[in-house]
Nanobody, 116 residues
Framework: QVPVVESGGGLVQPGGSLRLSCVAS????????VGWHRQAPGKQRELVAL???????TYVDSVEGRFTVSRDVAKNTVFLQMERLTPEDTAVYYC??????????WGQGTQVTVSS
């Protein structure tokens, strides 16, 4: 297992930006992909962005064009840059690294609150 830890959440006004970080205790190249998920109160957890070990990215429609997932292999870190945030983006954001067929690692989550 390679544990991951998220950070970077906080309170931001509508229209603002935040960058989340997901730091792995070992090389992120062990993961076939790393996903960012979020869970709002009373709602199911949803996958919002994903980056593969080849660098390809996928986004859910609601964040397409506003969120950017990237990675820094040397720093064992995957980022989620979030722009033009709205109150609907308020949720706990989780990082999930998947080593297909072997294990997956979830972080403890970081709270993002978008409010004026």
């Amino acid at each position: 297992q390679v544990p991951v830890v998220e950070s970077g959440g906080g309170l931001v006004q509508p229209g603002g930006s935040l960058r989340l970080s997901c730091v792995a205790s070992g090389s992120i190249e062990i993961f076939n992909w790393v996903g960012w998920h979020r869970q709002a109160p009373g709602k199911q957890r949803e996958l919002v962005a994903l980056i593969s070990n080849l660098g390809s990215t996928t986004y859910v429609d609601s964040v397409e064009g506003r969120f950017t997932v990237s990675r820094d292999v040397a720093k064992n870190t995957v980022f989620l840059q979030m722009e033009r945030l709205t109150p609907e983006d308020t949720a706990v954001y989780y990082c999930n690294g998947v080593a297909a067929g072997r294990f997956d690692s979830w972080g403890q989550g970081t709270q993002v609150t978008v409010s004026s």
